[in-house]
């Protein structure tokens, strides 16, 4: 559920719907773009929509200006230039084995396990969580359940359900939902995602890469620090 689609009410249906935004858009921003998805997610527009979300969510957005001052320069050049320059990078720092960067829970979560995952494994617990919820990878897909990418597409799903409670009054089921979304960041996304995103820094001077792993990391801090 997006903010545009809702009438003026519950201030908190807002926040938590942009922080959904976020992080949808955070997993496409960690899986292989097609040409198009590239020119897109690198676009002066993009960049504007990304502050734009970070204001709604209550994000505290100074750390992330000198990321989004980089990506703004690097976004004037031409469109198939930008593309190029992020999908190779990607390529390079994602697929090319063997992987500089790894985006999968198994190799990050070590600490906060859950039981599930010091018993059955890291990914056969995130799945069993997906399960819970009648949730299964695309049809098709071929990452793990343990991977960034679907790990950010829970959280989104999980906090447009949050979202959803709040603007229907229902305080007690957003509270759940809120307690399962950070039980889920707290136990499975917080190492992977904080990895990812020095490990981008540190082995890449992309300047989209580089902001997308900024604005991770301050997503993910920012919402497993809410009160309930």
């Not at 040409?35 to 100074?62: D, N, P, W």
């Not at 039981?115 to 890291?122: D, F, P, Q, R, V």
């Amino acid at each position: 559920m997006r903010k545009d689609d809702m009438p003026d009410g519950n201030p908190l249906a807002a926040k938590t719907a942009a922080l959904s935004d976020l992080f949808r858009m955070l997993a496409w921003q960690f899986a292989y773009p097609s040409e198009q998805q590239a020119r897109a997610c690198t676009s002066l527009e993009y960049l504007g929509a990304c502050r734009e979300l970070v204001r709604e969510a209550g994000i505290e957005g100074a750390s992330l200006e000198g990321s989004f001052a980089r990506f703004e320069t690097a976004a004037r050049l031409e469109a198939d230039r930008r593309a190029s320059l992020l999908r190779v990078e990607h390529t390079r720092l994602f697929i090319t084995p063997p992987p500089l960067v790894r985006r999968d829970g198994a190799w990050w979560v070590k600490r906060n396990r859950t039981l599930a995952s010091k018993k059955m494994g890291e990914r056969c617990a995130v799945e069993q969580m997906y399960r819970e919820q009648g949730l299964a990878n695309r049809p098709g897909a071929t990452d793990p359940p343990d991977h960034l990418v679907s790990e950010l597409d829970f959280a989104s799903f999980v906090a447009s359900k949050e979202a959803g409670s709040w603007e229907e009054d229902d305080a007690a089921g957003a509270r759940a939902w809120r307690q399962l979304r950070e039980d889920f960041l707290k136990h499975h996304v917080e190492e992977l995602a904080l990895g990812v995103a020095s490990e981008v820094v540190r082995a890449s001077d992309n300047p989209f890469l580089r902001c997308y792993a900024a604005l991770l990391r301050a997503v993910v801090v920012s919402a497993g620090e809410e009160p309930l």
